[in-house]
């Protein structure tokens, strides 16, 4: 069974999680990706499941609606 971007996201560095939440904000999933697989945590984050991570914090950091 494979790990949930929660979980990852927890195992994650302080420093990497500020650095994501900083590249979610600017839309830049690529560099996110890029970040999180080279991230020092183990075992090492595959594409798919740096994705995963990146559109869950995207999820979490979304602006509320304008009304």
């Known amino acids: 069974m494979s790990e949930t971007p929660e979980a990852m996201w ?11 939440d900083g590249l ?5 999933s690529a560099s996110a ?22 559109e869950y914090r995207k999820s979490i950091l979304k602006p509320p609606p304008l009304f």
Do not use: T
């Open 10 to 20: 927890a195992r994650l560095p302080l420093e990497v999680q500020h650095e994501l």
């Open 33 to 54: 990706v890029k970040l999180l697989r080279k991230a020092d945590v183990s075992p090492r984050m595959g594409i798919a499941e740096a994705r995963d991570v990146f």
């Open 24 to 28: 979610v904000k600017e839309h830049r």
